[in-house]
């Protein structure tokens, strides 16, 4: 199972069950107060954690909320001790090297462990305070585990039934005040502020065959400040987490919530990069006589992630506390103006920052921009996204990220045929063609449409169903999205393309969306109106609400490392119309269903109510979402208040273990 802690304003929290997925958590505080309470008491609320857990894996789990990482602690805010070794040769063998330190006597058959300060972990999206950048800030990106009691004497062979919970962590270390520490023998206390950890901490099954000899058998990826690090592989431990937690236990008993760290990830080999900068600096010094890199600034972020064979990891990012980034962000939408775009532009302001980068300036270009916040950082654009040289004149100064929203609508573009063709599509390639940069491609995430897939489908469906479209909107989106995944591989544009279902809950106004009748039914019955559905109550649909859109929006931005899949099926909810108005009576009252009639229309069911089941294994991977489920739509469509307090939905990255 998957553990988090809930930052309450207390000292030590209140403990959350997470599911598999992370989408959703659960408040688990009647069962232990927090995670400090279930490890002293874990032979008591283990199975019930358990048997939560599984409810909330089957969505039946009552007061279920969004997760969002921004609002937890570190997964133990107080350790009863911290307990960090120093298992990786590599790294200590690189150090002694390349700064002519005198090799440490049987440290191939004898931990190094040395104990460090518990008293105040950081949350996965919590700044890390720190007095000054001359202290030589560096990260460590390192594996730990949790403990139950621990007897004194413990045999390494029974140490790993001790072992309750998996973490990673980045501990920090300030490089210039470490020298002397560690020559007056008596160990580190200022070179070693305050660690930060993931946002969750995960039982050893959740880890598969990742957890196996008393090592965490997966690569830890690290990128400072968006860009690629190190990916050194945690199973090259030299010792194993029991022998360490024998070795401590040798003279003492380890109480319940010992922290046990693995030291920096490090392997020999020197491809995969590093998990810490002073190892880079001591690789560069072998190198070429000197260090070429310097340590971190106040405004630097680092990303570190575990991925295990199913794609999911465990991310997290750190910030050192004071002074700006060193590197700022052009960020453009187009159709900044429209139902999702207004949403997107706030949300974008609200966070200030994509893909771990500070937003300098955010582009926003549309017909009309008066829907939108007065900002600083705004660059309003008026025009059509039809005029190319009011394109040339956004982008004259550069852009990083591009969210493209724009496009004439499904029914609209079927009616006026040359006003679809010029907005969605040849407007959509001529802004591909001024992106092309070969030395920096701007990422842009583009918002195709389950359109591309047609009318006929089959009773079940995947993300491999091929693309069969039957309007001219639809093929429209389609042609962009080879095109998009044309200039991706040429290495030109870091494209990426979702398909998008119907989202709601669109304003009451004329829109020429086909599909207007979904967010109709939902604006209707909330206000208690009558209202006439032109499909029928079987009718099954895909429904998204527009914050869960851009959640998925902001996530594609994230993504790394894609290789040639750019083009990825949403995660979908697939319901029916009896289904949604159900769920409106449960929100509103079932008063309302009386005014609900029905008078089908043939065709319009046809495109719009024969939906199937979605299966999207893939986008889920990657971090991409739903609603979770009918009350989650509602809520986020309609902005209803939860039963119960809950975490804002954000997804601004994605916190996962494999």
Known sequence: MKLATLNDGSR??????????????????????????????????????????????????????????????????????????????????????????????????????????????????????????????????????????????????????????????????????????????????QAKPASSFAPVAVTPDELGEAWRDGRVHLALQVQWNGEWFGHPYGGAMHFGFHQLIAHAALTRRLSAGTLVGSGTVSNADRSVGSACIAERRAIETLASGAPRTDFMRFGDRVRMEARGPGGRGAVRRHRPARGPGRLAMRVMVTGANGFVGRLLVRRLLETGEVRGRRIEALLVLDQALDGLPEDARLRRHHGSITDAALLRRALADGVDVVFHLVSVPGGAAEAQYELGYQVNLQA??????????????????????????????????????PASPQLSYAAHKRMVEIALQDLARRGEVDGRALRLPGIVARPREPNGLRSAFMSDLLHTYAAGEAYTCPVSPEACAWWMSARCCVDNLLRAAELDDLGSQRIWQLPVLHLSIAQVLAGLADSFGADNLARIAFDPDPQLEALFGRYPPLRSPQARELGFCHDGSVAGLLRNALDLPSRRNRCVVSRKGVFSWP
Request: net charge negative; charged share 20%.
């Open 12 to 189: 030590d929290g209140r403990l959350l069950v997470v599911a598999r997925d992370l989408e959703r958590a659960v408040d688990a505080s009647d069962i232990a107060g927090s995670l400090k309470v279930a490890l002293e008491n874990w032979p008591q609320v283990e199975a019930r954690l358990q048997a939560l857990y599984q409810r909330l894996n089957d969505n039946v789990a009552a007061d279920a909320f969004d997760l969002d990482p921004a609002q937890l602690a570190a997964p133990l805010p107080r350790a009863s001790q911290w307990l960090d070794g120093s298992c990786f040769l590599s790294h200590g063998e690189l150090m002694q090297k390349a700064f002519n330190l005198d090799p440490i006597e049987g440290v191939e058959h004898i931990p190094l462990i040395y104990q460090g300060a518990s008293d105040d972990f950081l949350g996965p999206c919590a700044d890390i305070p720190l007095p000054s950048e001359a202290h030589g800030i560096d990260f460590e990106g390192e594996f730990a585990v949790l403990l139950d009691d621990v007897p004194m004497g413990c045999a390494a062979e029974q140490a790993l039934q001790h072992v309750r919970l998996v973490l990673q962590l980045n501990d920090v270390s300030l490089r210039a005040l470490a020298p002397r520490e560690m020559r007056t023998g008596f160990g580190f206390l």
């Open 428 to 465: 959509s390639l001529e802004l591909l063609n001024q992106l092309r940069n070969p030395n920096r491609p701007p990422v842009l995430v583009y918002a195709s449409s389950v359109a591309v897939y047609g009318g006929e489908l089959p009773a079940r469906m995947d993300e491999g169903q």
